[in-house]
C-alpha cells in the first residue's frame, strides 16, 4: 500500500473500497469481503444509507479498528444540526472516531456544517476534515471562514476528466483529491481505450488496474466500487508494477475536459435539500 501524508501529518492509504450504490446487505458483503483481504480503508456516506451495514462488516471482520480508515460523509439537511449528526453518523457505524468526514454536497448551509466538523476535529470524533463535490468558489468560501484547513477533497476524476486546476489549487494547500468514478463510471469506451489494452497485455493486469495505477502515480487517492471477490481483489492488486513517464504522458492526453456528472448547483440545492431522508432507520 502507498499513502498520502496529509496536511495534518494523517498518512491516508491511496486505495479504499467504495459502496456507493450498495444496499446494507451489499455494502456489509463487499467490506467485510474488502476487509479480510487486505483493503485499509472503507468510504461511506450518510445518504448511501448503508452505514448500519458497513458497521457490522467491520466488527464481524476481527480486523483492529486502528487498521481500518473509516471515511463517511455529512449530508447536506444535516449540516445545521452537525453535532447531532455527527454523533448518529459514529453510532449507526460502531465506532467512537472517524478517520475522516466529508460535508457531503455544497449546497444548504456548508458554512455551519464545517464548524461542526471542525468542533469534531478539536474534541477528537474525526482525524481529517474533507469537501466533497464542492467548486472552488465555493471552496474559497471556506477556506476564508475556517480555523481548520481541510485535508481532503473527493470530486469526480479520471483520464477523461483529471482535474489538472484543481489540483495546481490543491498542492498549494498540501490537500489530497480523493477521486469518485476512478474508472469513468464504469464507462466501456473509456476502460477499452486502447492504450490501457496494450498496458493490460504488457503489464498482465486489466485495463481496469492499469486506470488505477495512473491514479495513484498521479497522487491521486481512489475508492472504486465493487461487489464481487473477484474485482475486490484486483482493484488492490496495483503495487507490483509501474507505469513510465511516457506511459503516464500518454493516458494523460486522453483528457477530455468531460465529466459524467454535471449538476449546476442551483439544480442540487433544489434536489438536494428535499430529501427527507432518516439516516437512523436504514436497516
Known sequence: ????TLNNGLKMPMVGLGTFMQSPEEAENSV??????????????????????????????????????????????????????????????????????????????????????????????????????????????ILNSCSIVPQVVQVEAHPYYPQGELKIFLEKLKMALMAWYPLGHGDRGLIEQEIFTDFAKKYNKTNAQIILRWHIQAGNI?????????????NLDLFDFELSEEEMGEIERLNRNTRYYNMAIEDQERAFMGWDLDFNEQP
Open 1 to 4: 500500500m502507498q499513502y498520502f
Open 32 to 141: 467485510l469481503e474488502a476487509l479480510q483481504c487486505g483493503y485499509p480503508m472503507i468510504d461511506t456516506a450518510n445518504a448511501y444509507m448503508n452505514e448500519r451495514g458497513v458497521g457490522r462488516a467491520i466488527k464481524r471482520s476481527g480486523v483492529k479498528r486502528e487498521d481500518i480508515f473509516l471515511v463517511t460523509k455529512l449530508w447536506c439537511t444535516e449540516y445545521e444540526n452537525g453535532d447531532k449528526a455527527i454523533d448518529d453518523t459514529l453510532a449507526r457505524l460502531g465506532t467512537d472516531y472517524l478517520d475522516l468526514l466529508f460535508l457531503h454536497q455544497p449546497v444548504g448551509n456548508f458554512l455551519e456544517g464545517y464548524r461542526a466538523l471542525e468542533r469534531a476535529y478539536k474534541a477528537g470524533k474525526i482525524k481529517a476534515i474533507g469537501l466533497s463535490n464542492f467548486p472552488l468558489d465555493r471552496m474559497e468560501l
Open 222 to 234: 481512489v475508492i472504486p466500487g465493487a461487489k464481487s471477490k473477484a474485482h475486490i481483489e484486483q
